[in-house]
């Protein structure tokens, strides 16, 4: 007989089971019982039943929920299981109560044991075909029920496979969920990795590269040129202060985005601590809706970075931040009333905005900037959707 030992997908599901078996055992061995007892010229046995049954449901059910794990041991569970059969039997008699109990012990054998439990559920089929008999014998007017009472133990056959069957499937619907929520975080992990780490190379692992090669040069130009030493030096000071400051700049990117809020609460956090900064107000209009993180990140540096922009060069007294689901996709657009100014062709030398064309490109879309001398700038970032990121 197998355990569920080390398998705590297994364990949970059993638990659950066994759980919703125990319920439907008591809640139909309580009713027959219970309707029985205005038929029954003795009705002590009954109520004598009613009340095990109601005991053992309830001693049962606190013992799963404080400790699930007891699934993990069957042999001690269902031979418990089976004593508490055996005293319905002796108390009540051959009583359909007996029936319904017997059926819901195979039941819970199935769901501890599996497949194993057909042995204990033809032990009580047996068991089912003498009370049968009996009853039958002792009642010989009661043939036109003779077909109801010999079909009844097959139940215990039928109870311990369904259990079975039902409980492999939850077990294996839990552990497949399991598997698709690790898989997704270590896919976001991953993808926070080669952010971080594409970040880290674009700005500071360069910036480093060039001290390196500043201070190789350092000592022999202490000896030979110290005029060219001296500048070589504040080119290394120069150049780890840079190297400090893009890795904050690093940092404080990667606190822009919560991803346990929706993005929207994202872009007007971001917005109103601009606007704080700054005192220039923003108008924000943001869909309802939450995003992949890799997309959420991007286009959080995106607004960003357009919002510094503004603060540097636009001049601008309001600012208008858009952000909304459109053609299959999703549309960042941040508007300015500033100064403008006249777009090259190929942006050259407007590192700015070529970083936020790399970003836009990076995560499937495209950013266009629209803009005159006078007229203000629109910077409008289009990002695709792929079929998960539509459905999150």
Not at 330 to 340: E, N, T, Y
Not at 348 to 353: E, I, S
Request: charged letters at 15%; glycine letters at 10%; aromatic letters at 4%.
């Amino acid at each position: 007989m197998t355990t569920t030992a080390g398998h705590p997908d297994r364990t949970v599901a059993r638990a659950a089971v066994a759980r919703a078996v125990l319920l439907g055992r008591a809640a139909a061995t309580l009713a027959v019982a219970g309707g029985g007892l205005r038929l029954h010229a003795r009705p002590g046995p009954l109520l004598a039943v009613l009340v095990l049954v109601a005991l053992t449901a309830a001693v049962a059910l606190v013992a799963l929920t404080r400790d699930p794990h007891v699934v993990a041991h069957p042999l001690p569970v269902l031979a418990a299981d089976a004593a508490i059969v055996l005293a319905v039997l002796g108390i009540g008699g051959g009583d359909v109560a007996f029936f319904c109990c017997a059926a819901g012990a195979a039941a819970l054998a199935g769901v501890l044991a599996g497949f194993w439990a057909l042995l204990p559920a033809a032990c009580y089929t047996a068991l089912g075909y003498l009370v049968a008999g009996h009853v039958l014998g002792a009642a010989p007017d009661a043939a036109s029920l003779a077909g109801f009472v010999l079909a009844f133990p097959i139940v215990n056959v039928l109870a311990a496979v369904g259990a079975a069957v039902a409980t492999a499937a939850l077990a294996a619907h839990v552990e497949l969920s399991v598997r698709l929520v690790a898989s997704a975080q270590r896919s976001a992990a991953a993808a926070e990795r080669s952010r971080l780490a594409r970040e880290l190379h674009d700005s500071v692992t360069k910036t480093l590269r060039g001290v390196s090669f500043a201070a190789l040069a350092l000592p022999t130009s202490l000896r030979r040129q110290p005029a060219l030493a001296e500048q070589l030096a504040a080119t290394v000071s120069a150049g780890a202060t840079a190297a400090v400051r893009q890795a904050q700049e690093v940092l404080e990117g990667l606190r822009l985005d919560d991803p346990n809020h929706e993005f929207g609460a994202t872009v007007d956090r971001i917005c109103r601590r601009w606007t704080e900064r700054t005192g220039v107000p923003v108008r924000c209009a943001v869909a309802a809706g939450d995003l992949p993180v890799e997309l959420r990140y991007e286009l959080a540096q995106i607004l960003h970075e357009s919002l510094e922009n503004i603060a540097r060069h636009a001049g601008a007294s309001l600012v208008t931040v858009e952000f909304g689901y459109a053609g299959g996709g999703v549309r960042l657009r941040v508007a300015d009333d500033g100064a403008g100014f006249a777009v090259p062709a190929d942006w050259r030398g407007c590192f700015g905005l070529i970083g936020m064309a790399e970003r836009a490109a990076a995560i499937r879309g495209a950013l266009r900037v629209l803009s005159a001398p006078g007229a203000g700038t629109t910077v409008v970032a289009d990002i695709a959707l792929t079929p998960a990121g539509a459905s999150a």
